[in-house]
């Protein structure tokens, strides 16, 4: 994705349905934006579509979330961010609204949400991704979740990445199905 | 859809960025603004010429320093489905199941992860449905079971790496 990261501020409607040229404009651009001084006209001349009409569904989709942004992905390894926690908890139900929150508000935790449980295998039902330089890194930002949490929490671990296995984004079939 | 070979995260060099292209990361995380000449706007901003900023982006792309530059899709909001699911797969057949999973376009993301849950991957589709066809698919021509984890609520989604 670059099922994406970046939540967009702008508001969003739930009720949107991908229209054709919606749907061109999205496999024309999933491998990236052209880098030329006007995108939006490249991007025209390839579908046949008015360069002004480009933006404006670009625009548009944009204030609907459908594009939460058009931005860089930088691949974070490259970056020096080698360490990419996938922190999990066991947080009480009747709690985990209210922590989730406080732990999602957290300026170092990129990603927050509660996910369901398959137990007796998974127990974790918050999950806070946290990326660090060091695994020291993000153990210390592991605990202060942990601090938030408190006694509502029953356990946690955290999962290192140890490899990409692939990282392609959002991509729609060409064929529609 | 191409299977990526895996490749192992320990040894990564950390490129030395110039003053140019930490401003270009850093500021092109936070998003083009949607007018005509997008790239001459964030030139202007950043104090340099469109075509440094292009050849710059195209550099940062080409040496894998970006993964990617383009609009960021947001399956929930296109009426798809998205979801987190995670396998336990034998290390011996490790390699066999990468291949067929990622051999899934709708599989976007796949990471190996150290647990016993050792594969994590995001699916996208564009109906809801689409999700459980697909990991039926993934279950019966990988032979294991899979966990889908869709969220159930968002608290938070805000990714910026500062450089």
Same mark, same amino acid.
């Given at each position: 994705?670059?099922?994406?990261?970046?939540?967009?501020? $702008?508001?969003?409607?739930?009720?949107?349905?991908?229209?054709?040229?919606?749907?061109?404009?999205?496999?024309?651009?999933?491998?990236?934006?052209?880098?030329?001084?006007?995108?939006?006209?490249?991007?025209?001349?390839?579908?046949?579509?008015?360069?002004?009409?480009?933006?404006?569904?670009?625009?548009?989709?944009?204030?609907?979330?459908?594009?939460?942004?058009? $931005? $860089?992905?930088?691949?974070?390894?490259?970056?020096?961010?080698?360490?990419?926690?996938?922190?999990?908890?066991?947080?009480?139900?009747? $709690?985990?609204?209210?922590?989730?929150?406080?732990?999602?508000?957290?300026?170092?935790?990129?990603?927050?949400?509660?996910?369901?449980?398959?137990?007796?295998?998974?127990?974790?039902?918050?999950?806070?991704?946290?990326?660090?330089?060091?695994?020291?890194?993000?153990?210390?930002?592991?605990?202060?979740?942990?601090?938030?949490?408190?006694?509502?929490?029953?356990?946690?671990?955290?999962?290192?990445?140890?490899?990409?296995?692939?990282?392609?984004?959002?991509?729609?079939?060409?064929?529609?199905? | 859809?191409?299977?990526?070979?895996?490749?192992?995260?320990?040894?990564?060099?950390?490129?030395?960025?110039?003053?140019?292209?930490?401003?270009?990361?850093?500021?092109?995380?936070?998003?083009?603004?949607?007018?005509?000449?997008?790239?001459?706007?964030?030139?202007?901003?950043?104090?340099?010429?469109?075509?440094?900023?292009?050849?710059?982006?195209?550099?940062?792309?080409?040496?894998?320093?970006?993964?990617?530059?383009?609009?960021?899709?947001?399956?929930?909001?296109?009426?798809?489905?998205?979801?987190?699911?995670?396998?336990?797969?034998?290390? /011996?057949?490790?390699?066999?199941?990468?291949?067929?999973?990622?051999?899934?376009? /709708?599989?976007?993301?796949?990471?190996?992860?150290?647990?016993?849950?050792?594969?994590?991957?995001?699916?996208?589709?564009?109906?809801?449905?689409?999700?459980?066809?697909?990991?039926?698919?993934?279950?019966?021509?990988?032979?294991?079971?899979?966990?889908?984890?869709?969220?159930?609520?968002?608290?938070?989604?805000?990714?910026?790496?500062?450089?």
């Amino acid at each position: 994705m670059s099922v994406s990261t970046l939540k967009s501020d $702008a508001p969003h409607v739930d009720n949107y349905v991908l229209c054709d040229r919606d749907r061109q404009l999205i496999l024309a651009t999933q491998g990236g934006l052209p880098l030329v001084p006007d995108p939006w006209q490249a991007l025209g001349q390839q579908l046949g579509m008015p360069a002004d009409e480009v933006l404006a569904r670009f625009q548009r989709m944009q204030e609907m979330g459908v594009v939460r942004r058009v $931005a $860089a992905v930088p691949n974070h390894y490259r970056l020096g961010y080698r360490f990419n926690g996938m922190t999990v908890w066991d947080v009480k139900d009747e $709690a985990i609204g209210r922590l989730g929150q406080l732990v999602g508000n957290l300026p170092f935790v990129s990603h927050c949400y509660r996910r369901p449980r398959h137990l007796p295998y998974w127990s974790y039902n918050l999950f806070a991704m946290v990326h660090g330089t060091s695994r020291e890194e993000v153990e210390k930002k592991a605990g202060l979740i942990r601090d938030v949490l408190g006694e509502d929490c029953h356990g946690n671990t955290i999962l290192y990445s140890s490899a990409i296995l692939k990282k392609t984004g959002l991509r729609l079939k060409k064929d529609g199905s | 859809m191409s299977v990526m070979t895996e490749r192992a995260i320990g040894n990564i060099e950390i490129p030395d960025f110039s003053d140019l292209e930490r401003k270009i990361i850093n500021r092109l995380q936070h998003g083009l603004p949607m007018v005509r000449h997008p790239y001459a706007a964030v030139a202007e901003e950043l104090g340099t010429s469109e075509q440094a900023l292009l050849d710059t982006l195209k550099s940062l792309l080409d040496r894998r320093i970006l993964s990617r530059f383009g609009p960021m899709f947001h399956a929930g909001e296109m009426g798809g489905g998205l979801s987190l699911v995670a396998m336990r797969v034998p290390e /011996e057949t490790f390699d066999r199941v990468v291949g067929q999973v990622n051999a899934f376009d /709708e599989v976007a993301h796949n990471y190996r992860r150290e647990h016993e849950l050792n594969m994590w991957f995001v699916v996208a589709t564009e109906t809801p449905e689409g999700v459980d066809e697909v990991l039926r698919q993934i279950e019966e021509t990988t032979g294991f079971p899979v966990y889908n984890m869709p969220k159930e609520e968002e608290f938070h989604v805000r990714l910026h790496f500062k450089i």
